[in-house]
């Protein structure tokens, strides 16, 4: 007999599923290695067009634009490709990670918002930190190839050229809290110090640089855009490391970042080095490859596919599922001749963050651009790269959530609870810590988005939407004593075409065995269908029947199941007037109205929508301390500065991407650009995103004039003669940016207003009134 099914833990029917090899297809060929198209040195990458023929000499700037923008669109794909190859290694340890769901901000010290007074505020009063800090270990692993030793990198091809790569001078980079010695001997941040101020004084970073080692093979059998296999190199840097006698991985495995063993404690070895950091000997292919040029490894976060157990090495967690060795799993890999921006951006992603850029080139820039260094500041820089900016105010908010510490404090009002009379609050600067709030947020009423109405009543059963989802529904089937049965069903569904998938099933001693039925197909052109597969849309409710009579006789589950992968997330699929019928007879009808007959697990009673929450988050920006690289945003060795004062931030938990060209004004995170007036060059074109957001700071100052010469190069020039004042925030306005969509936010209208009211004498503080 049956087990009741909710004596089934989730847990482990999930696990069943993923170990049984229902979604164990076999992965297509290999299209190239990831890309993080943040760290895209856009100057760089043109020369490199231009050198292999695919700019013209003669191009202009905007052609230039369009074809580089092209190149990356290429590459995106090709990336996307294998980010998606996720196994069931992968989704187990992804579902096991930090959840992001974010909860209101915390004061560090008491209520930092009060009725408004009219009074400039004192500057910034340092608060020193005395709570919890946590120090990461980096395992730092130098490789050079055959064919392109260190050292190769030629003056000229790079802005941070040296003589000699030493191990020291990666030491310094990473490790130091003093800085490291610049190409012309000036002091430059480490990653270390980024890390350690943006934290506000409680998240280091310590490890070991190990190498050079020598790769393999050459540098293009890693790096070419066609077959590269970067992970190979990962794997020879591990089993190098391994067989040094100055190197102990064990060293390396302080943290159980996946929460494994699932105690909740994140700071425990797990038997997986945690931080796994590679340097390759040539300039990356994000900024242009040097000598390699598209045969470079573009610098990037990735896994190695599954758990890459590390000969000769023995684990102090020796049940782990690999065995008795240490393991290794995700990886970043960088350039030679890597700054701190690009470090920075990359380890980000160690800690969870994702990329805040359109990842994807759907457009022309998302409005987050060179405001955060999840983004394109992480190319900030007199040396681009050197001067990274800080992260966005939510990529703080996540840090604080996932890892404590003191990465941001501050306050948060509900929209309906700002009095009358107003609220004020006092914000100090981004970059330090202070007495006041490091930023405030506004939480508005939930958005609805409708998805469909159900087939029938007010309720259908919906799978929900996400990426790396595992869910189902099941309920206990009998047809010990039948000869035939079927089940069918009202279905809608929009899932993302070959590579996301739902399917009905079976489950019993026999494992989990996907069924065909008139909506499924066993295309699989990706690797990633269970087989008779539902994919695709709908294009409305349709009749969706599924023949049982194959397994008269038995007792199972039946099970309707929703797989996603690791990116793109479409709105999912649902099910109503659920039927199965025996020998002709009805035994189970469910409309999802009253009590439900099946087991839900992630699956949920759903009336055709979904509700998602929104909100501000204030923060004030100046060009203090890290965030100096906002005065120094290179575009081809000119300064494009960013302007200080408010930033408002919209978050919206409705989407998970920011593919401006996709849903223009929308995205899960963006600047809400003061300044609505289109910057526009000198041959009429509309300027890209990050040329209009430069100026996205509310203020009581006036902008400064901006003039942005590349005449020289490209016969261009950009004035920003808009420096009139923009000291209010209000919500009915229109920043939509008519002139280049991509760059605008749609914001709903409810009848906020946020003035920056004053600041202190050294800008350091800012007082703004929240009122409706």
Do not use: C
């Amino acid at each position: 007999m049956l087990r009741p099914y909710r004596l089934l833990a989730s847990s482990a029917l999930a696990l069943n599923l993923l170990a049984g090899g229902a979604l164990a297809a076999d992965k297509p060929a290999h299209t190239g290695g990831p890309v993080d198209l943040a760290v895209a040195n856009e100057t760089k990458l043109m020369e490199m067009l231009k050198r292999s023929g695919r700019i013209g000499e003669n191009a202009t700037f905007t052609e230039a634009e369009q074809i580089l923008r092209d190149y990356l669109k290429e590459r995106a794909a090709q990336g996307q490709i294998q980010s998606k190859k996720m196994d069931s290694e992968t989704a187990q340890m992804m579902a096991n990670s930090h959840g992001a769901t974010m909860q209101a901000l915390q004061n560090a010290n008491g209520n930092k918002l009060g009725i408004a007074k009219q009074q400039r505020p004192a500057p910034l009063q340092p608060e020193n930190y005395d709570g919890e800090t946590r120090t990461a270990r980096v395992l730092a692993i130098l490789m050079e190839f055959p064919d392109f030793p260190h050292n190769s990198i030629q003056a000229g091809e790079s802005n941070m050229y040296y003589e000699d790569y030493t191990p020291q001078h990666y030491e310094d980079l990473l490790f130091s809290n003093s800085g490291f010695a610049g190409p012309a001997g000036e002091n430059l941040l480490s990653m270390q110090q980024f890390y350690w101020q943006q934290s506000g004084n409680s998240y280091n970073v310590e490890g070991t640089v190990a190498g050079w080692y020598t790769a393999e093979y050459p540098a293009a059998f890693y790096g070419n855009n066609v077959n590269g296999d970067a992970r190979a190199l990962v794997r020879e840097a591990l089993l190098a490391a391994a067989e040094d006698p100055a190197v102990n991985l064990s060293d390396f495995d302080i943290e159980d970042r996946y929460d494994l063993d699932g105690d909740g404690n994140y700071w425990e070895a797990d038997g997986l080095v945690d931080h796994v950091m590679i340097f390759h000997s040539s300039v990356g292919e994000e900024a242009g490859g040097g000598q390699l040029g598209e045969d470079a490894i573009w610098a990037h976060r990735w896994n190695l596919g599954s758990v890459f157990p590390i000969p000769g090495t023995i684990s102090e967690v020796p049940d782990a599922d690999w065995g008795e060795m240490l393991g290794a799993y995700d990886y970043t890999i960088q350039p030679a001749d890597a700054a701190a921006g690009v470090v920075s951006h990359e380890y980000g992603h160690d800690l969870g963050l994702p990329d805040e850029y359109d990842t994807q080139y759907t457009g022309r820039g998302e409005p987050v651009s060179s405001w955060s260094v999840m983004s394109s500041g992480s190319w900030a820089g007199v040396i681009p790269g050197s001067e990274p900016t800080g992260f966005s105010a939510w990529a703080k908010e996540f840090l604080q959530h996932n890892h404590g510490g003191n990465w941001l404090h501050g306050a948060t009002v509900a929209l309906e609870d700002i009095p009358a009379e107003g609220l004020e609050a006092l914000l100090d600067e981004a970059v330090h810590k202070g007495t006041n709030n490091d930023a405030v947020r506004i939480d508005l009423p939930q958005k609805r988005n409708d998805i469909t109405v159900p087939a029938s009543g007010e309720y259908a059963y919906y799978s929900g939407k996400g990426n790396r989802l595992n869910n189902y529904m099941l309920v206990p089937v009998d047809l010990s004593q039948a000869s035939n049965a079927k089940v069918t069903f009202k279905a809608w569904y929009d899932i993302e075409q070959d590579w996301d998938y739902a399917f009905v099933a079976t489950y019993s001693a026999n494992g989990l065995i996907s069924i065909p039925g008139n909506i499924t197909t066993d295309t699989n052109p990706n690797g990633s269908s269970p087989g008779h597969g539902i994919t695709g849309t709908s294009g409305g409710w349709v009749d969706a029947e599924f023949d049982l009579s194959a397994y008269a006789g038995q007792q199972f589950y039946l099970v309707l199941y929703y797989w996603t992968d690791a990116a793109v997330a479409n709105p999912g699929f649902f099910a109503d007037d659920i039927e199965i019928t025996v020998d002709g007879n009805p035994v189970l009808v469910d409309g999802a109205e009253d009590s439900s007959a099946f087991g839900l697990a992630g699956f949920t009673r759903n009336p055709g929508y979904t509700l998602h929450d929104h909100y501000y988050l204030l923060e004030w920006r100046t060009h203090r301390g890290i965030d100096q690289g906002l005065a120094h945003v290179n575009v081809a060795g000119e300064m494009l500065p960013f302007n200080e004062g408010l930033v408002v931030w919209y978050r919206d938990t409705m989407y998970d991407n920011n593919w401006v060209g996709v849903h223009p004004g929308n995205g899960f995170l963006g600047v809400v650009d003061a300044d609505q007036n289109a910057n526009t060059w000198n041959d009429r074109t509309v300027a890209s995103t990050r040329y209009q957001v430069r100026d996205a700071a509310f203020g009581i100052d006036k902008s400064e004039k901006v003039t942005l010469d590349l005449m020289d190069n490209y016969n261009l020039l950009l004035r920003d003669n808009y420096t009139q004042r923009n000291a209010v925030f209000d919500d009915s306005g229109d920043f939509s940016n008519a002139a280049i969509p991509d760059a605008g936010r749609a914001i709903t209208s409810y009848g906020l207003k946020v003035r920056v009211v004053s600041q202190s004498d050294d800008k350091s503080v800012g007082k703004v009134l929240l009122y409706r």
